[in-house]
T-cell receptor, first 116, second 110 residues
Framework: DAGVIQSPRHEVTEMGQEVTLRCKPI?????LFWYRQTMMRGLELLIY????????DSGMPEDRFSAKMPNASFSTLKIQPSEPRDSAVYFC??????????????FGQGTRLTVV | KNQVEQSPQSLIILEGKNCTLQ??????????LRWYKQDTGRGPVSLTI?????NTKSNGRYTATLDADTKQSSLHITASQLSDSASYIC?????????FGTGTRLQVFP
């Protein structure tokens, strides 16, 4: 398996534009997580899905952020409209099972978003 | 106050030396505690996973310890290599959430 695949790797956009980040989890994993990483705040969980259903979106910062998981092999994180303070690296991770004690989360390589 | 605090924030050591990274947490209860290594420009990769009942776990030159009484964990790196230069993140698995520390940035110089 190629691991968790994210696209694009880098995104530069102008303030106000819509940004869509994409993630393909590891085949067979049924939990998917979106994280944001900044120097100041480290890694923050935005939302996670289990069996394609959003379980906890309390980390989504504002209504400008939305995430979908239409099927087991694809998820998107959308920011509309984007703002400079959204600049960060966005990671997608997947794992097998929900609440399993020793479940390991595998991370993608991230999308570095720059909003100018 | 962060639920998972790591120290030091950054560390520089010479190749071949040992080092120990610290993690103090207030999360309770938790299922397991993990240490991740994150190379620059890449996603975190798991090094060790310990349940709350385990005291130590090794992975090659990496040894993690857990003291549930003092709510502390440490990651000891033996005979450091240049490739150990990375950020090391302590993570607690609480119910269905992972709670991340802010990491320790380690640089190994030749």
């Amino acid at each position: 398996d190629a691991g968790v695949i994210q696209s694009p790797r880098h995104e530069v956009t102008e303030m106000g534009q819509e940004v869509t980040l994409r993630c393909k989890p590891i085949s067979g994993h049924n939990s998917l997580f979106w994280y944001r990483q900044t120097m100041m705040r480290g890694l923050e969980l935005l939302i996670y899905f289990n069996n394609n259903v959003p379980i906890d979106d309390s980390g989504m910062p504002e209504d400008r952020f939305s995430a979908k998981m239409p099927n087991a092999s694809f998820s998107t994180l959308k920011i509309q409209p984007s703002e400079p303070r959204d600049s960060a690296v966005y990671f997608c991770a997947s794992s097998l099972g929900q609440g399993a004690m020793n479940t390991e989360a595998f991370f993608g390589q991230g999308t570095r978003l720059t909003v100018v | 106050k962060n639920q998972v605090e790591q120290s030091p924030q950054s560390l520089i050591i010479l190749e071949g030396k040992n080092c120990t990274l610290q993690c103090n947490y207030t999360v309770s209860p938790f299922s397991n505690l993990r240490w991740y290594k994150q190379d620059t420009g890449r996603g975190p990769v798991s090094l060790t996973i310990m349940t709350f009942s385990e005291n130590t776990k090794s992975n090659g030159r990496y040894t993690a310890t857990l003291d549930a009484d003092t709510k502390q964990s440490s990651l000891h790196i033996t005979a450091s290599q240049l490739s150990d230069s990375a950020s090391y993140i302590c993570v607690l698995h609480n119910t269905d959430k992972l709670i991340f520390g802010t990491g320790t940035r380690l640089q190994v110089f030749p």
